[in-house]
């Protein structure tokens, strides 16, 4: 039954997804950065910083960046507690 297992392997990936996936509200995009972090890029321009292992960490606003592909990015804001808010609603069962 190909099609079954299928159906239950994408369902299993969309599961995965939804466990480590951050409230997206509000976040325009988010870059992965050549240490392994993630910066998430709010809506208003404002940044919160996610570490390799899924976890929100501070960075001063003005700090700069390498991105994953060489490039450059300045830090702007420090919105963990926006970040990190939206993953402790998302975690609620
Ligand atoms: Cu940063």
Do not use: W
Request: glycine share 10%; no cysteine.
């Amino acid at each position: 039954m190909p099609a079954f297992k299928a159906v239950v392997g994408f369902s299993l990936v969309l599961l995965s997804v939804s466990a480590f996936a951050i409230d997206r509200e509000g976040i325009e995009k988010s870059v992965k950065l050549k240490d392994g972090s993630t910066v998430h890029v709010f809506k208003d321009g404002k940044m919160a910083m996610e570490n390799k292992f899924g976890r929100p960490y501070r960075m001063k606003s003005g700090q700069p960046m390498q991105t994953a592909d060489g490039q450059s990015m300045t830090m702007k804001g420090d919105e963990v507690a926006r970040l990190s808010n939206g993953q402790r609603a998302h975690m609620k069962p």
